[in-house]
């Protein structure tokens, strides 16, 4: 057989497949057409079920047996069951906007492209329109791992009804983006501030000299650059496509490992998928040993505690509260006793959320 027999070959297989695939694919959708139908209608049925969609794709990915790496087969099925899930019930997310920022590639990355994706000016809008029920749910940056926590995320816990159902890890990429090609011709930069801390190595070895401008937000950045001869952006790719920007250098920010959490905020609580987290907001007397008391708990009961954050609780001088993430899920043994006890031993307790770990 030559070689041009053998391709036509392996082509005539590959459209058997894609033919098997594309079947398969629409017997799925077809089952979530029917998943809709036994759940029914109505303002209490909950369609989006994030303990099953993260038991799904860890299933993915540990049946995987390759050529294609586990997250870029998770992420395919992630795309199927978006857009399965969009026939049932079509949801609107609410980001931190403008269009093209990493917030808004967070909540692509997490429900996949079938949702709406809707812009917010600021991240206490987010939390205001899922609240009023105009969005299903809300993406909100918490922390970064080279310029620490989002304040001002964490404060609007404090007052907000919604639950944390789901977390989002982004890898962030900052690329410089610009109408001209060259680095020589740019002689105005946009820029957010965290992400102008997070390249500052790279712009002073390549950008000596050129002036900035603070804006908003990363896509800002890239619109103002858009719009501005002679000017360049920092953000992601997303924003480049959007704002029809060319990179003129990629990947510079100066941590390699730069990554950002976002949660999922919304009025469900999600169901135990046997990887989970549990963030709590805890306050407790001004006391010496008060805290220790309370961090004994988990000690105690063998969970491990992965973040705490200490918060002015406004209620009065020097009083504080404290944002913590525990392993666990609030249903399992473990972690339902340590907070009995804490309700004992602390001022207050707030289960913000019990939710899967990032999958992707």
Same mark, same amino acid.
């Given at each position: ?34 998943? /809709? &139908?036994? *759940? %029914?209608?109505?303002? #209490?049925?909950?369609?989006? $079920?994030?303990? @099953? =969609? ?7 990915? /540990? &049946?995987? *047996? %390759?050529?294609?790496? #586990?997250?870029?087969?998770? $992420?395919?099925? @992630? =795309? ?281």
């Amino acid at each position: 057989m030559s070689d041009t027999d053998g391709l036509q070959a392996v082509r005539a297989r590959i459209d058997e497949i894609d033919e098997k695939i594309q079947a398969l694919i629409s017997e799925r959708a077809r089952c979530a057409e029917e998943v /809709a &139908r036994h *759940k %029914g209608d109505g303002p #209490d049925v909950v369609y989006y $079920r994030p303990e @099953r =969609e993260a038991q799904v794709l860890r299933t993915v990915m /540990a &049946r995987n *047996k %390759g050529p294609l790496d #586990d997250e870029t087969m998770a $992420r395919l099925f @992630r =795309e199927i069951m978006s857009s399965c899930l969009a026939l049932q019930y079509p949801m609107k997310i609410a980001f931190l906007g403008p269009a093209g920022t990493f917030t808004q590639a967070a909540a692509t990355k997490h429900f996949g492209s079938a949702v709406t994706t809707v812009p917010m000016a600021a991240i206490d809008d987010i939390f205001r329109e899922v609240e009023a029920g105009r969005a299903n749910y809300g993406v909100v940056p918490v922390e970064n791992s080279t310029e620490g926590v989002v304040n001002h995320t964490l404060d609007m816990f404090m007052n907000s009804p919604l639950k944390i159902c789901g977390e989002v890890e982004l890898r962030i990429h900052h690329n410089l983006m610009s109408k001209s090609k060259t680095l020589a011709s740019i002689n105005k930069l946009y820029v957010h501030h965290q992400a102008h801390a997070q390249c500052r190595g790279w712009l002073d070895a390549n950008l000596p000299g050129v002036a900035y401008v603070v804006v908003s937000s990363n896509a800002e950045a890239a619109r103002c650059a858009a719009e501005t001869e002679g000017a360049a952006a920092i953000a992601g790719e997303m924003a480049a496509e959007i704002y029809q920007l060319e990179i003129v250098a990629s990947n510079i920010e100066d941590e390699p490992d730069n990554t950002t959490r976002f949660l999922v905020i919304g009025n469900h609580l999600a169901q135990p998928s046997g990887h989970d987290k549990t963030s709590l907001l805890v306050s407790t007397a001004n006391n010496p040993g008060a805290l220790h008391k309370l961090l004994k708990v988990f000690a105690d009961n063998d969970i491990s505690m992965t973040r705490i954050e200490s918060r002015p609780s406004r209620r009065g001088m020097w009083d504080y509260v404290f944002f913590i993430d525990i392993e666990g899920h609030e249903q399992d043994p473990a972690v339902a006793k340590s907070l009995q006890t804490l309700q004992q031993t602390a001022y207050m307790v707030k289960v913000l959320g019990a939710y899967p770990d990032a999958v992707l």
